[in-house]
């Protein structure tokens, strides 16, 4: 994260990760309604809390207080494989890359080379050296990638995308999103082998 906007009815205080952050007005503001920022001195590479305290009038009433969601400004970050509800993305639906580099040493051009993601929350898009391999919608969530590999370095690509329910389970209630469908991302263990 490198920053927060928002519209509140009074002035806000906002900490991030415990720690007190400098919040700024922004624009013009209509009524009692005040638009504000926070921008973060170093981006934050993993999940943290953001805390609020907004000086709200005496005639505001329950979730009135924060009339627009808050909109949050996002760099490259740092996710771990597991369930992106356990690392601060419980409401996100969208899609993560997970990207790493693999050393293939010679091998018999009769070997295949088996990418096993273990469980997917919901879908994976499989790239090697930035060639598309496959896109896997569904169990089991294997693919080969011999073919694209080549001795030495090679980048291993995986773009996980989750579906709407995170973001419909906070203030869009829908009777087709259900809370067994919110574990996301790349749950694992990602295994390679060789299939000769």
């Not at 906002?14 to 007190?20: R, T």
């Not at 808050?70 to 740092?78: C, D, I």
């Not at 990638?145 to 773009?159: D, E, K, M, Y």
Request: hydrophobic content about 45%; overall charge negative; some cysteine.
């Amino acid at each position: 994260m490198t920053g927060l906007v928002f519209a509140a009815k009074g002035p806000a205080q906002v900490w991030i990760n415990g720690e007190p952050a400098r919040v700024s007005g922004i624009g013009d503001s209509e009524g009692a309604v005040i638009r504000q920022q926070v921008l973060t001195d170093a981006p934050l590479l993993r999940a943290g809390v953001v805390a609020m305290r907004i000086a709200a009038p005496f005639d505001s009433h329950a979730g009135d207080v924060l009339p627009e969601p808050v909109a949050f400004s996002t760099a490259r970050g740092l996710v771990r494989t597991g369930d992106w509800c356990e690392q601060g993305l419980a409401t996100f639906s969208g899609a993560l890359e997970y990207v790493r580099e693999i050393e293939i040493a010679e091998r018999s051009r009769h070997a295949s080379v088996i990418l096993d993601l273990g469980d997917v929350r919901a879908t994976a898009d499989v790239r090697v050296n930035g060639q598309a391999v496959a896109t896997l919608l569904a169990p089991p969530w294997r693919c080969e990638i011999g073919r694209w590999l080549q001795p030495g370095a090679n980048r291993l690509s995986i773009t996980v995308a989750n579906t709407l329910s995170n973001h419909y389970s906070v203030g869009i209630p829908s009777p087709y999103a259900f809370p067994h469908q919110n574990p996301s991302g790349l749950l694992g263990p990602v295994r390679l082998w060789f299939d000769s």
